[in-house]
């Protein structure tokens, strides 16, 4: 089993809320059933942020500790990669001043940088988020739990992330850098999941509220002709194509596809597809599902190739489903309708084979 503590501050300067601790206060406690995410609260004050910082590591025995602040200054994510040991003169919520060193030991190392690295954060959040670095972790208490993280569990995976102000919080209104919460958890989760799989050999599994990601908008145009139809007296075969833009989804767990015109068949585990009747009676027609033109599947746009090889007789409609699975560990489907568009006189041309996008979803 495997412990990953994830820490946050309490509010301070008069605030109600730290948005440090809101986007990791409600994640799940498990990670595939039997490993464990601990979450504290750490007090913005010099001495108390210390002590519990340590005092739960050692308790739940953390295999890997992320820890987060709040900074108003920046808009983006920012990544601490270094921590002096020496705090500043400033007041904490106790009213307490520290302009002396942290851990005031003489073979204590006066300068630490955490353990995970910059590029693999920054692998790991992807295109969810914009992760900044910095050299200057404010000398506050902020940057005295980097230090602590470095100076005392040096050989435990380990990071500090600073995070904007929450942009739905209006109390928040007069600090410079704002971020939805919504983006903060995502890069959380993803985080969570990259030392999960990365760091401790824990297989991949979906994780997190799917209330974290915000839901995926497609932009559908309209298919290029199919290529050959059903019923047909020379193939059993339809093939189309639609053209998807998936906004706000993170990576399709290690999927990259260079960039090719040759059309390149997708795993069955990350898109695959079902074909129903009109009735929802489950149609038994394999499904090859194949994309062109992607660098990569990272919230991008793309071309899907569509291959439905028929098993048996079928009658129009149909109902076509392509599901799929981000990294966050969230399924969704997009359903299509196919039929054939009839013309004035009610007849049905050839190559009038009718491909409509009804709707998408994120699926439990």
Request: glycine residues 10%.
């Given at each position: 089993m495997a412990t990953i503590l994830l820490t946050g501050f309490a509010p301070f300067s008069g605030k109600k809320t730290n948005p440090s601790w809101e986007a990791i206060k409600d994640?799940?406690?498990?990670?595939?059933?039997?490993?464990?995410?601990v979450k504290v609260e750490l007090p913005v004050t010099w001495e108390g942020a210390g002590e519990m910082l340590e005092r739960v590591a050692q308790e739940c025995k953390a295999d890997a500790i992320l820890s987060f602040g709040l900074s108003g200054a920046v808009s983006?994510?920012?990544?601490?990669?270094?921590?002096?040991?020496?705090?500043?003169?400033?007041?904490?919520?106790?009213?307490?001043?520290?302009?002396?060193?942290?851990?005031?030991?003489?073979?204590?190392?006066?300068?630490?940088?955490?353990?995970?690295?910059?590029?693999?954060?920054?692998?790991?959040i992807g295109s969810t988020a914009t992760l900044d670095q910095s050299?200057?972790?404010?000398?506050?208490?902020?940057?005295?739990?980097?230090?602590?993280?470095?100076?005392?569990?040096?050989?435990?995976?380990h990071l500090?992330?600073?995070f904007p102000a929450d942009s739905g919080n209006s109390e928040f209104s007069s600090y410079q850098g704002k971020m939805p919460l919504s983006t903060m958890?995502?890069?959380?989760?993803?985080?969570?999941?990259?030392?999960?799989?990365?760091?401790?050999?824990?297989?991949?599994t979906p994780w997190g509220d799917r209330s974290i990601l915000p839901t995926p908008t497609l932009t559908v145009m309209r298919p290029d002709p199919p290529r050959n139809f059903w019923p047909s007296a020379t193939t059993d075969?339809?093939?189309?194509?639609?053209?998807?833009?998936?906004?706000?989804?993170?990576?399709?767990a290690g999927l990259q596809i260079p960039t090719s015109e040759t059309p390149v068949s997708l795993p069955e585990d990350v898109l695959t597809g079902r074909c129903y009747s009109a009735?929802?009676?489950?149609?038994?027609?394999?499904?090859?599902?194949?994309?062109?033109?992607?660098?990569?599947?990272?919230?991008?746009?793309?071309?899907?190739?569509?291959?439905?090889?028929?098993?048996?007789?079928?009658?129009?409609?149909?109902?076509?489903?392509?599901?799929?699975?981000?990294?966050?560990?969230?399924r969704f489907v997009q359903r299509f309708h196919l039929h054939y568009d009839r013309d004035a006189t009610g007849v049905i041309p050839p190559t009038q084979l009718g491909v409509?996008?009804?709707s998408v979803e994120l699926l439990v």
């Open positions: 994640l799940p406690d498990r990670y595939a059933g039997t490993h464990r995410v983006n994510l920012l990544f601490e990669t270094q921590a002096f040991n020496y705090g500043g003169n400033y007041a904490d919520e106790d009213g307490l001043k520290w302009d002396r060193p942290y851990i005031p030991d003489p073979k204590a190392p006066s300068r630490v940088t955490p353990s995970i690295t910059y590029t693999q954060a920054q692998n790991w050299t200057n972790a404010g000398a506050f208490i902020c940057e005295s739990v980097l230090y602590r993280l470095g100076a005392k569990f040096p050989k435990i995976p500090f992330v600073h958890r995502a890069a959380v989760v993803l985080l969570v999941q990259g030392v999960f799989q990365n760091l401790l050999g824990v297989g991949y075969t339809i093939m189309f194509s639609t053209f998807a833009r998936f906004s706000s989804v993170p990576p399709v009735s929802g009676e489950p149609l038994h027609a394999s499904t090859t599902v194949m994309a062109r033109t992607w660098r990569t599947y990272y919230g991008s746009d793309g071309l899907l190739q569509i291959k439905l090889n028929k098993v048996g007789d079928y009658t129009f409609p149909l109902r076509f489903e392509l599901y799929g699975v981000t990294t966050g560990g969230y409509y996008r009804t």
